[in-house]
C-alpha cells in the first residue's frame, strides 16, 4: 500500500514535565490527531506544552470501531500521534492493536523516543542490564502471584516489574517468600517525581523498610529483582520431590532422602532448600 500518512508513538514524560523531549512537542503540534489512553490526564500535558491538537481515546477497552476510525485517517493520509498516560506506549500500555493494524496495511510506523519507567529504574539499579526481562504488572491475587514468582525462581536475568502502591507490601513478602529473603529487590517509586525513592535491599529487609514508612507504599512503583545465581542444574522433578519431602521433615533430612532418590549431592539440594525457603501459607 502506498500511504503518506505516518503513524508517530510517542513517548511522553513519567512525572516531570521537563523530560518532553523537543521532537516530541512538534510532531504532537503538527499531525491531524492525537489518540490518547486518557485523554483528561493527556489534556493537561498538552495544555502545558501549548499543543492545540485535536485529541480522541484510545486505550485498552476500545473496540474494533474505534480502531477503524483512526485506521480511516490513516487511511485518507492523515498523519497520527499515539501517546499514553505517561512513558512509552505499548510498554504495559495500551497501542499494540493500532500499530500492528498500521504496519498490516503498510502504514508507516515511527517511535519518538523519550522517557521509560522500565529502563529508567534499570538505569539506576545497579543490578546487571546485559541481559533484562520484563514482565509488567504482578497478578491481583497473592495465589498467582507467588505462582508467578515460583516459575522465576530460578531466572538468572534481572527481572522487571510495575506494581501498584496498594500492593506494594504484599508483593515484597511474596518475593521474599517465593525467592529467599536474601535477594536483591530494587524499588523504585514516583521516578522523576518530587518524591522519587530508589531502594536497594535484601528482599526481607525491603519489606521491613516499606512496612515501616506508610509514605514508601504511595505512588507508582516499578520492582527489580537480582537474576538468580545459585545451582540451575537441578531438574525440576528433583526439586518436586525435595519440595515434597521438606514439606514433612526438617531440611536437612529431607536434602537427604533426596539425594539418596535422586544420585544427586546431599549439599547441592541442601543449598537450594536455603536459597529458596518452602512457602508455608504463613
Known sequence: MDNAATLYVVATPIGNLADMVPRAVEVLQTVALIAAEDTRHSRVL????????????YHDHSNSFELERLMVHLREGKNLALISDAGTPLVSDPGYRLVDQALQEGIKVVPIPGACAVIAALSVAGLPSNRFMFEGFLPAKQHARLAVLKSLQREQRTMIFY??????????????????????????????????????LPAAELYEWVSADSNQQRGECVILIEGFKGDIDIPAEVIDTLNVLRAELPLKQAASLCAKISGLKKNRLYQYGLDFPLDRGV
Not at 502545558?48 to 491538537?53: G, M, Q, R
Not at 515484597?172 to 522523576?192: K, Q, Y
Open 46 to 57: 498538552l495544555n502545558h506544552f501549548d499543543i492545540n491538537t485535536p485529541l480522541c481515546a
Open 163 to 200: 506494581e501498584a502502591p496498594h500492593r506494594i507490601r504484599e508483593s515484597l513478602a511474596d518475593i521474599s517468600a517465593a525467592m529467599g529473603g536474601e535477594r536483591t529487590v530494587v524499588m523504585a517509586r514516583e521516578i522523576t517525581k518530587l518524591y522519587e525513592t530508589v531502594k536497594r
